[in-house]
């Protein structure tokens, strides 16, 4: 047995090999949807059962809407470990854990030293289920070879091949075994080698029947088959199809009598295979009394989960209009040419942290060979007879019933990324594939071993490159420890405790000839409130630190205010010792406060002594900069050592041309720490006399210090509490639909080194001061204030929603902070001559909604008296109503005003009364319409109905004339009106009957 298929022997010992050392290589989480796939695991194993509510679904995360077959095999399996520990450290649970350095962008977790071996609870479970994964594969290869072989001996297709039989199933099974995407695929805590596995079963089933092996256990086995596929993954919902032409050919070709029983008896055990797992949705989850009996059990297949594209669907199918987004916004809509591109090399590749060194090339020598085979397919189609294209046509056929969906989900969101990923798609069909492209290569032109042999040229190379450069991309683990699966090994325990959040357990020191490397053990004993630097002193018999060292922990990576209770770290400090006079020692440990450059503790920890020897003969004179990588980035350190010269003097440059001088300086070293400001680029060092000749790549996240020049910008300079201000904005609209989005960007900047969790609060207030929009958010959506440097300048776009119930009027938006570190949301209070003031907003408006307020147009003027007269070239005056009533001592005027052009300026309306000397004796000046409709938010075509009421109390008896017209209150500029100097109108005079002298 072993000798007669040696090659698939070593083929699955290659395979086993390789996708065991991806597993073992790359970190927890980098599969595709890992994380959610162990949570529902978890879930499962700790529950023993599915979600059966919404809030155990959330808790279950997104991937517990999905068919559970896979989890529920990986959750039975490891039952008996404890999968809540460790708890992993899940950026999404706290913006603080954004400010580690080492994040795998985008599964974004925070990879510790709790899944480094020996495995425990969790992280053995999910070893588990990776090796359980391979095991899946393993036996789908092994189909897959069964196929082959009988896709080799039962046709004419090789009769004239130089190719062996078994060589041809060798081949075709090394070629799906060795893609690369399949090897990682098959690694990971994933669904796919499952799915994989049960469609290998099924074609190779298929396949003996189209054979003549047509016993009825072959048909129901097959349903059940499909029935499990179908809960494992909804994509081969359509592959119980490929049982209508297959019986079909079978009765045309006398194989079988009554098609439609087998049809029938497949579909039976298909619905027998998937039914419980609809029936367990459909009974918790159903929306029958909302959306009715059919699409009650239909809405918690589609429209339950977080999947844009399946909630498109649902709403397509019912009619109702999708009110989500289409897609997230920051991806831009996709071409079917895009979708197909990315649905091939999602299919063969695999990018590392989002970069793929291999595209495009590997992919279009790929493409090649796909091309050739394409080509030899369609020879073979045009020379075979029926029987052959028959079987061509039904392995096509499992190709084809799995791309409906997928397309059609892609033209309802045109989100690439969610709905053309070649593993989701086409694995099903992953024996029909490389079944496909072996039959093609074989006739296409040459039939010999080399052209077979093309793929295996380029695939195994391209496996082996990516696992090794998987093991040089991924950095390793975080010398934390959240869950202490095995005691510490410490030279010299301590429990010296660093205030009340911060412990010292103990260190190792360890000098040799040009470094000494001390490891600090330290634990967090609560949540840390702000970030600490560690000092370290070698202090001389005369209590002279000749050498001072400053870091972060881990080298910035993981700064003390993204610590978690109960989080062991283990930093390792490299510390030169080159510069470092012989002499006797004691080394003193503090930490230092970064927001007010103060030490934490009064007297420093002594920590050990120890004896520097003598230096070499002939030290070496050159200046050095130990940095432990590159490129540096924010928070890392810096040490610089030189002799004979003055560390002091010696500078950091780099574009921006800023000389940054050392954060420490001692005499045998100097120490530089990369800030948040430090743009990216090349650095340089210098002294007053010289550019040494040591350089430095930074690269740094892009920050913004200094506000740009910025059109349409409205300043602001809004204190809040003295921890953020927000500068000004920019409006390019004022004008939105009822039900829309008001375009808003702010500029914020951060005033304190340590600044809270504030979150962004912005209302869209009424005449009537209800609420009609916006909505709670943080900064930049995500842009957590927890992460933003001392004086960084945050811009801020984004859309404020107003309600569809809106009155149409004139609104205005309120902005402010607030924070909910105690539970209750507090608002952060503007400052006033720099104390508190009783106000913690601030007023954005005017806006127009809808259209403008009730009662401020007309759609048609008819002034008692007419004027058309026009101010400037944007509004005229039609005319007005005047009404003088002596009773109540008072002139009232209505002002019809029609917009020509829009306005850019908020115009004040002025009313004088002027006696026969042209002296004023009586005005009002306010903005029109009492200020409920301001100028700038008048619309072409509209015509304004401005009401005034002028008292005439003072005012004695005589003839007087009334002035109107519009000025800017910011200035006292009036707008022109035509022809006149004075820019005002002058309307018919009044005989006012008042008090006489």
């Given at each position: 047995m072993?000798?007669?298929?040696i090659?698939?022997?070593?083929?699955l010992?290659?395979?086993?090999?390789?996708?065991t050392?991806?597993?073992?290589?790359?970190?927890?989480?980098?599969?595709?949807?890992?994380?959610?796939?162990?949570?529902?695991?978890?879930?499962?194993?700790?529950?023993?059962?599915?979600?059966?509510?919404?809030?155990?679904?959330?808790?279950?995360?997104?991937?517990?809407?999905?068919?559970?077959?896979?989890?529920?095999?990986?959750?039975?399996?490891?039952?008996?470990?404890?999968?809540?520990?460790?708890?992993?450290?899940?950026?999404?649970?706290?913006?603080?854990?954004?400010?580690?350095?080492?994040?795998?962008?985008?599964?974004?977790?925070?990879?510790?030293?709790?899944?480094?071996?020996?495995?425990?609870?969790?992280?053995?479970?999910?070893?588990?289920?990776?090796?359980?994964?391979?095991?899946?594969?393993?036996?789908?290869?092994?189909?897959?070879?069964?196929?082959?072989?009988?896709v080799?001996?039962?046709?004419?297709?090789?009769?004239?091949?130089?190719?062996?039989?078994?060589?041809?199933?060798?081949?075709?099974?090394?070629?799906?075994?060795?893609?690369?995407?399949?090897?990682?695929?098959?690694?990971?805590?994933?669904?796919?080698?499952?799915?994989?596995?049960?469609?290998?079963?099924?074609?190779?089933?298929?396949w003996?029947?189209?054979?003549?092996?047509?016993?009825?256990?072959?048909?129901?086995?097959?349903?059940?088959?499909?029935?499990?596929?179908?809960?494992?993954?909804?994509?081969?919902?359509?592959?119980?199809?490929?049982?209508?032409?297959?019986?079909?050919?079978?009765?045309?070709?006398?194989?079988?009598?009554?098609?439609?029983?087998?049809?029938?008896?497949?579909?039976?055990?298909?619905?027998?295979?998937?039914?419980?797992?609809?029936?367990?949705?459909?009974?918790?989850?159903?929306?029958?009394?909302?959306?009715?009996?059919?699409?009650?059990?239909?809405?918690?297949?589609?429209?339950?989960?977080?999947?844009?594209?399946?909630?498109?669907?649902?709403?397509?199918?019912?009619?109702?209009?999708?009110?989500?987004?289409?897609?997230?916004?920051?991806?831009?809509?996709?071409?079917?040419?895009?979708?197909?591109?990315?649905?091939?090399?999602?299919?063969?590749?695999?990018?590392?942290?989002?970069?793929?060194?291999?595209?495009?090339?590997?992919?279009?020598?790929?493409?090649?060979?796909?091309?050739?085979?394409?080509?030899?397919?369609?020879?073979?189609?045009?020379?075979?007879?029926?029987?052959?294209?028959?079987?061509?046509?039904?392995?096509?056929?499992?190709?084809?019933?799995?791309?409906?969906?997928?397309?059609?989900?892609?033209?309802?969101?045109?989100?690439?990324?969610?709905?053309?990923?070649?593993?989701?798609?086409?694995?099903?069909?992953?024996?029909?594939?490389?079944?496909?492209?072996?039959?093609?290569?074989?006739?296409?032109g040459?039939?010999?071993?080399?052209?077979?042999?093309?793929?295996?040229?380029?695939?195994?190379?391209?496996?082996?490159?990516?696992?090794?450069?998987?093991?040089m991309?991924?950095?390793?683990?975080?010398?934390?420890q959240?869950?202490?699966?095995?005691?510490?090994?410490?030279?010299?325990?301590?429990?010296?405790?660093?205030?009340?959040?911060?412990?010292?357990?103990?260190?190792?020191?360890?000098?040799?000839?040009?470094?000494?490397?001390?490891?600090?053990?330290?634990?967090?004993?609560?949540?840390?409130?702000?970030?600490?630097r560690?000092?370290?002193?070698?202090?001389d018999?005369?209590?002279?630190?000749?050498?001072?060292w400053?870091?972060q922990?881990?080298?910035?990576?993981?700064?003390?205010?993204?610590?978690?209770?109960?989080?062991?770290?283990?930093?390792?400090?490299?510390?030169?010792?080159?510069?470092?006079?012989?002499?006797?020692?004691?080394?003193?440990?503090?930490?230092?406060?970064?927001?007010?450059?103060?030490?934490?503790?009064?007297?420093?920890?002594?920590?050990?002594?120890?004896?520097?020897?003598?230096?070499?003969?002939?030290?070496?004179?050159?200046?050095?900069?130990?940095?432990?990588?590159?490129?540096?980035?924010?928070?890392?350190?810096?040490?610089?050592?030189?002799?004979?010269?003055?560390?002091?003097?010696?500078?950091?440059?780099?574009?921006?041309?800023?000389?940054?001088?050392?954060?420490a300086?001692?005499?045998?070293?100097?120490?530089?720490?990369?800030?948040?400001?430090?743009?990216?680029?090349?650095?340089?060092?210098?002294?007053p006399?010289?550019?040494?000749?040591?350089?430095?790549?930074?690269?740094?996240?892009?920050?913004?210090?200094q506000?740009?020049?910025?059109?349409?910008?409205?300043?602001?300079?809004?204190?809040?509490?003295?921890?953020?201000?927000?500068?000004?904005?920019?409006?390019?609209?004022?004008?939105?639909?009822?039900?829309?989005?008001?375009?808003?960007?702010?500029?914020?900047?951060?005033?304190?080194?340590?600044?809270?969790?504030?979150?962004?609060?912005?209302?869209?207030l009424?005449?009537?001061l209800?609420?009609?929009?916006?909505?709670?958010?943080?900064?930049?959506?995500?842009?957590?204030?927890i992460?933003?440097?001392?004086?960084?300048?945050?811009?801020?776009?984004?859309?404020?929603?107003?309600?569809?119930?809106?009155?149409?009027?004139?609104?205005?938006?309120?902005?402010?902070?607030?924070?909910?570190?105690?539970?209750?949301?507090?608002?952060?209070?503007?400052?006033?001559?720099?104390?508190?003031?009783?106000?913690?907003?601030?007023?954005?408006?005017?806006?127009?909604?809808?259209?403008?307020?009730?009662?401020?147009?007309?759609?048609?003027?008819?002034?008692?008296?007419?004027?058309?007269?026009?101010?400037?070239?944007?509004?005229?005056?039609?005319?007005?109503?005047?009404?003088?009533?002596?009773?109540?001592?008072?002139?009232?005027?209505?002002l019809?005003?029609?917009v020509?052009?829009?306005?850019?300026?908020?115009?004040?309306?002025?009313?004088?009364?002027?006696?026969?000397?042209?002296?004023?004796?009586?005005?009002?000046?306010?903005p029109?319409?009492?200020?409920?409709?301001?100028?700038?938010?008048?619309?072409?075509?509209?015509?304004?109905?401005?009401?005034?009421?002028?008292p005439?109390?003072?005012?004695?008896t005589?003839?007087?004339?009334?002035?109107?017209?519009?000025?800017?209150?910011?200035?006292?500029?009036?707008?022109?009106?035509?022809?006149?100097?004075?820019?005002?109108?002058?309307?018919?005079?009044?005989?006012?009957?008042?008090?006489?002298?």
């Amino acid at each position: 047995m072993f000798r007669t298929h040696i090659g698939l022997w070593l083929i699955l010992f290659g395979f086993i090999t390789l996708a065991t050392c991806y597993s073992l290589i790359v970190p927890l989480t980098q599969g595709e949807d890992e994380l959610a796939h162990y949570r529902y695991i978890s879930f499962i194993a700790q529950t023993g059962r599915l979600p059966i509510n919404s809030a155990e679904r959330k808790q279950a995360w997104y991937r517990a809407d999905w068919p559970p077959l896979y989890h529920l095999l990986v959750g039975a399996a490891v039952s008996s470990l404890d999968t809540t520990r460790p708890h992993l450290k899940d950026v999404g649970e706290s913006p603080r854990r954004r400010l580690v350095g080492e994040i795998f962008y985008p599964r974004l977790i925070i990879y510790t030293a709790d899944a480094n071996f020996p495995w425990q609870d969790g992280i053995l479970a999910w070893h588990i289920g990776r090796f359980m994964s391979i095991f899946f594969a393993t036996i789908a290869l092994v189909f897959t070879y069964l196929t082959a072989l009988d896709v080799a001996q039962t046709s004419q297709v090789l009769k004239t091949c130089e190719v062996s039989i078994k060589t041809f199933a060798t081949l075709t099974t090394a070629l799906l075994a060795f893609t690369p995407r399949f090897l990682f695929s098959s690694a990971m805590l994933s669904d796919d080698s499952l799915f994989i596995l049960l469609s290998a079963i099924i074609i190779w089933l298929l396949w003996r029947i189209l054979h003549g092996n047509n016993r009825w256990w072959y048909y129901a086995l097959i349903g059940l088959l499909f029935g499990l596929s179908i809960v494992t993954k909804y994509s081969t919902g359509l592959l119980p199809l490929i049982i209508i032409p297959a019986t079909w050919w079978l009765n045309l070709t006398s194989k079988i009598q009554n098609p439609k029983s087998k049809i029938a008896l497949t579909w039976l055990f298909t619905l027998i295979g998937a039914s419980w797992w609809f029936g367990w949705i459909g009974y918790y989850f159903n929306t029958i009394k909302q959306d009715g009996l059919f699409f009650g059990l239909l809405h918690p297949l589609l429209a339950s989960g977080p999947d844009v594209s399946m909630r498109r669907i649902f709403a397509f199918f019912t009619g109702n209009p999708f009110t989500g987004q289409e897609r997230p916004a920051a991806i831009a809509p996709g071409t079917f040419s895009d979708w197909l591109i990315y649905l091939f090399q999602t299919f063969w590749g695999v990018p590392v942290l989002e970069h793929d060194p291999l595209f495009p090339w590997a992919y279009l020598l790929i493409f090649v060979v796909c091309f050739m085979a394409l080509v030899g397919l369609w020879q073979l189609w045009k020379t075979a007879e029926a029987e052959t294209r028959f079987k061509l046509f039904i392995l096509t056929m499992f190709v084809v019933l799995l791309l409906p969906f997928p397309v059609l989900r892609f033209f309802l969101t045109h989100n690439i990324l969610e709905t053309g990923q070649g593993r989701h798609i086409l694995y099903p069909a992953a024996q029909a594939i490389p079944i496909l492209l072996m039959l093609g290569l074989w006739n296409f032109g040459v039939r010999s071993n080399s052209l077979f042999l093309t793929p295996y040229f380029l695939l195994l190379p391209w496996s082996l490159f990516q696992l090794g450069y998987m093991t040089m991309t991924y950095p390793a683990p975080l010398s934390v420890q959240t869950t202490t699966f095995k005691p510490l090994v410490i030279t010299h325990p301590l429990k010296h405790d660093f205030g009340d959040a911060i412990r010292l357990l103990g260190y190792d020191f360890k000098p040799a000839a040009d470094r000494a490397y001390l490891t600090l053990y330290w634990q967090a004993r609560q949540q840390v409130e702000e970030n600490y630097r560690v000092q370290v002193q070698f202090l001389d018999p005369q209590n002279q630190a000749q050498l001072t060292w400053l870091s972060q922990p881990l080298n910035g990576r993981y700064p003390t205010r993204a610590w978690d209770k109960d989080d062991v770290v283990q930093d390792t400090l490299p510390v030169p010792l080159v510069n470092l006079p012989a002499n006797d020692y004691r080394l003193t440990l503090n930490l230092w406060r970064e927001a007010k450059d103060k030490p934490l503790l009064k007297q420093a920890l002594l920590l050990t002594e120890f004896k520097q020897p003598p230096p070499p003969s002939n030290p070496s004179t050159d200046c050095h900069l130990w940095t432990e990588r590159l490129p540096a980035r924010q928070r890392n350190t810096l040490a610089l050592t030189c002799r004979d010269r003055n560390l002091a003097q010696i500078a950091l440059v780099g574009s921006d041309n800023i000389p940054r001088r050392p954060d420490a300086l001692s005499p045998a070293m100097a120490i530089f720490m990369v800030g948040l400001d430090w743009p990216s680029g090349e650095y340089r060092l210098q002294d007053p006399h010289e550019i040494l000749g040591l350089q430095l790549t930074v690269a740094n996240e892009a920050r913004l210090f200094q506000l740009p020049k910025i059109d349409g910008f409205t300043t602001v300079e809004a204190n809040f509490a003295d921890h953020i201000k927000l500068l000004g904005y920019t409006l390019p609209t004022r004008r939105v639909e009822v039900g829309g989005g008001l375009p808003l960007t702010l500029y914020w900047q951060s005033l304190a080194p340590v600044v809270g969790d504030y979150v962004v609060f912005d209302k869209v207030l009424g005449e009537d001061l209800k609420v009609y929009g916006g909505y709670d958010r943080l900064p930049r959506e995500y842009y957590s204030t927890i992460l933003w440097g001392n004086g960084e300048i945050v811009e801020d776009g984004f859309g404020v929603p107003i309600s569809p119930n809106a009155p149409p009027g004139v609104y205005n938006l309120h902005i402010g902070l607030y924070t909910r570190a105690t539970g209750e949301p507090i608002s952060l209070p503007l400052l006033e001559n720099g104390k508190p003031s009783n106000s913690s907003s601030v007023v954005i408006g005017p806006v127009k909604i809808g259209g403008p307020p009730d009662g401020a147009t007309t759609k048609k003027a008819a002034p008692q008296i007419t004027l058309n007269q026009p101010f400037g070239n944007q509004i005229t005056l039609l005319g007005y109503d005047i009404i003088q009533n002596q009773k109540s001592n008072n002139l009232k005027l209505t002002l019809y005003w029609q917009v020509n052009a829009p306005l850019a300026q908020s115009y004040t309306t002025f009313l004088h009364l002027r006696d026969m000397a042209n002296q004023n004796v009586a005005q009002l000046d306010r903005p029109p319409v009492n200020g409920r409709y301001p100028t700038n938010l008048w619309d072409a075509g509209e015509i304004v109905v401005d009401e005034i009421s002028l008292p005439l109390t003072t005012v004695a008896t005589g003839t007087y004339t009334p002035v109107v017209g519009l000025y800017d209150p910011s200035n006292g500029t009036r707008l022109s009106v035509t022809g006149v100097f004075e820019n005002e109108v002058r309307l018919e005079k009044i005989n006012h009957v008042g008090f006489t002298h």
